[in-house]
C-alpha cells in the first residue's frame, strides 16, 4: 500500500447496504481499502464477501457495531486503525434510520431512538477517528445527512432534527479542524432508492451510486477550501 493509495482508505458506517454499500464499492475502486460497519451481522458479512470478491480480501474488514454504542464504536476505532496501521483518510457517517410520528405522538423513545443514531452515532463515529487524523494531518469526515436537513416534513421531525443537527456537528467540526488540516462536509441528497425509501411514499429521485460519487467527490477529490459545505443532491 503506498502513501498515494493510503489517501482513499475509508471507514464507512451503514456500509452493508444502500448509499454506504456504493460509496465502499467507489473508494475501493480508487485504490483505498475500507472498514464496513452495520448492525446486522448477516448483510455485513455478504457485502464483505461481495467486495473481497470483485477487490481483494486484503483491503476489505467489516465490523459489527450500533455507532450509537460508544463500546462498540471504540471497538471499530481499534480494529480500523489495526486495519490500516494507522488513521483512516476518510470517515463517512452515513449510518442512519428514520422512524414516522408526528410530534403529539411520538413516544420519547422513538424520539430518542432516531437522535441517538443519526446524530450521537455521527458525534461517536467522528469523535473516535478524530484524534488519529488530526495527527496524521489530513482527513475528511463526510457526513451524510439529508434535504429533510433544509425542510420540515410531516411525522419525520426526528429524522428531520437529526440531520439539521448533523449540519451543525459538521460545521464546528470543520472549523475546530481548519488548523489540523482536517476537513469536514455534509451531503444531502434527496429521495434514493434504497430500503430506507421503501413505504415512504416518496418516489425516488436518484440511485445509492449518484450519492456515492457525490461522497467520492467531497471525500477525495474537493479542494480543502470545501470544508464546512453542506452539498444538496436533490436535482
Ligand atoms: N434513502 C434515502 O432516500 C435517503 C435520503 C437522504 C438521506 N439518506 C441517508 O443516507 C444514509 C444511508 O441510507 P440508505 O438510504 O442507504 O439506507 P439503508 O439502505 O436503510 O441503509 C442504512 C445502513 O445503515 C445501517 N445502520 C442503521 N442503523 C445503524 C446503527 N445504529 N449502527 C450502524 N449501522 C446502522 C444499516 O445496517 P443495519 O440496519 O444492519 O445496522 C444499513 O447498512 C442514512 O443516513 C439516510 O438517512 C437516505
Not at 48 to 67: I, K, P, S, T
Not at 89 to 110: D, K, T, W, Y
Not at 129 to 150: K, N
Request: glycine letters at 8%.
Amino acid at each position: 500500500m503506498t502513501n498515494d493509495q493510503r489517501v482513499f482508505d475509508a471507514v464507512i458506517t451503514g456500509a452493508s447496504r444502500g448509499i454506504g454499500l456504493a460509496f465502499a464499492r467507489r473508494a475501493l475502486v480508487r485504490g483505498g481499502r475500507v472498514v464496513l460497519c452495520a448492525r446486522g451481522e448477516d448483510e455485513l458479512s455478504r457485502a464483505c464477501a461481495q467486495l473481497e470478491g470483485e477487490f481483494g480480501r486484503a483491503r476489505v474488514h467489516a465490523v459489527c457495531c450500533d455507532v450509537a454504542d460508544e463500546d462498540e464504536v471504540a471497538i471499530l476505532q481499534r480494529e480500523s486503525e489495526r486495519f490500516f496501521d494507522g488513521a483512516p483518510f476518510a470517515v463517512v457517517n452515513n449510518a442512519g434510520i428514520v422512524e414516522r410520528s408526528a410530534v403529539h405522538e411520538m413516544p420519547l423513545s422513538q424520539w430518542n431512538r432516531v437522535l441517538s443514531v443519526n446524530l450521537t452515532g455521527a458525534f461517536l463515529v467522528s469523535k473516535a477517528f478524530l484524534s488519529a487524523m488530526r495527527a496524521a494531518g489530513r482527513g475528511r469526515v463526510v457526513f451524510v445527512s439529508s434535504i429533510s436537513g433544509t425542510l420540515g416534513t410531516p411525522r419525520a421531525s426526528a429524522y428531520n432534527a437529526s440531520k439539521w443537527a448533523m449540519i451543525g456537528l459538521m460545521k464546528s467540526l470543520a472549523e475546530e479542524s481548519r488548523e489540523a488540516n482536517v476537513q469536514a462536509m455534509a451531503v444531502l441528497p434527496g429521495s434514493v432508492d434504497t430500503q430506507m425509501l421503501v413505504g415512504s411514499g416518496f418516489a425516488p429521485q436518484m440511485s445509492a451510486d449518484d450519492v456515492a460519487k457525490t461522497i467520492e467527490f467531497v471525500a477525495y477529490d474537493a479542494p480543502a477550501a470545501i470544508t464546512g459545505s453542506a452539498i444538496e443532491v436533490f436535482g
